[in-house]
């Protein structure tokens, strides 16, 4: 069965711009949950949807904002890059969407700002 | 504030070392932690716990919670170089579909 899969591997961006990470769960997972990991802050909740429905939205600013689609496919955004956000963007998915499940991880999306 | 705290921060072992990492955690309603080995890539489940005293168990690897002290153990023996990885602890504050995350021990492994 395949995995969490994330799109694209590595990107890099200017500041200002915009980007849209891609992320498609394990077949069957209807929770999709986003963490941002960087060296020094670790990893750090983004936010979370079920059947579309952002659930859990985690201490980020506006410009990063995310979506889920009828399949369970999952988009993130972050408008107005700054050179911060450079990080590993990990895109986790869990079977039924309760509290407490076991999230498995994509490979993540590397972004850079320059 | 939701926190998890992991030690050591960093571990340098010889093959065949056992080793215990540890991982502290305070969170709201405390409802699941889950345990990840991370190499250079995605993190990868190990276990995941909600009970105490319950040994999870898998080959060299194996685990526990105590929910009165707050914290877990991730137990390696006989490591290998292939143990080399960031070890992540990650706690789920109930009514919530987040985890805390600590920052992890790096464990290498030496030949």
């Known amino acids: 069965k395949a995995g969490v899969t994330q799109t694209p591997r590595y990107l890099i961006k200017t500041r200002g711009q915009q980007v849209t990470l891609s992320c498609s769960p394990i077949?069957?997972?209807?929770?999709v949950s986003w963490y941002q990991q960087t060296p020094g802050q670790g990893l750090q909740f983004l936010f979370e949807y079920f059947s579309e429905t952002q659930r859990n939205k985690g201490n980020f600013p506006g410009r990063f904002s995310g979506r889920q689609f009828s399949n369970s496919r999952s988009e993130m955004n972050v408008s107005t890059l700054e050179l911060g956000d450079s990080a590993l963007y990990l895109c986790?998915?869990?079977?039924?969407?309760?509290?407490?499940?076991?999230?498995?991880f994509g490979e993540g999306s590397w972004l850079t700002v320059v | 504030e939701d926190k998890v705290v992991q030690s050591p921060l960093s571990l340098v072992v010889h093959e065949g070392d056992t080793v215990t990492l540890n991982c502290s955690y305070e969170?709201?309603?405390?409802?699941?932690l889950l345990w990840y080995k991370q190499e250079k890539k995605a993190p990868t489940f190990l276990f995941m716990l909600t009970s105490s005293g319950i040994e999870k168990k898998s080959g060299r690897l194996s685990s526990i919670l105590d929910k009165k002290e707050l914290f877990s153990i991730l137990n390696i023996t006989a490591t290998q170089t292939g143990d080399s990885a960031v070890y992540l602890c990650?706690?789920?504050?109930?009514?919530?579909?987040?985890?805390?995350f600590g920052t992890g021990t790096r464990l290498k492994v030496l030949a």
């Open positions: 077949s069957g997972h209807r929770s």
């Open positions: 990650a706690a789920n504050p109930s009514g919530t579909y987040k985890y805390i």
């Open positions: 969170v709201t309603n405390f409802r699941s």
């Open positions: 986790a998915s869990s079977l039924a969407g309760d509290i407490g499940n076991t999230i498995y």
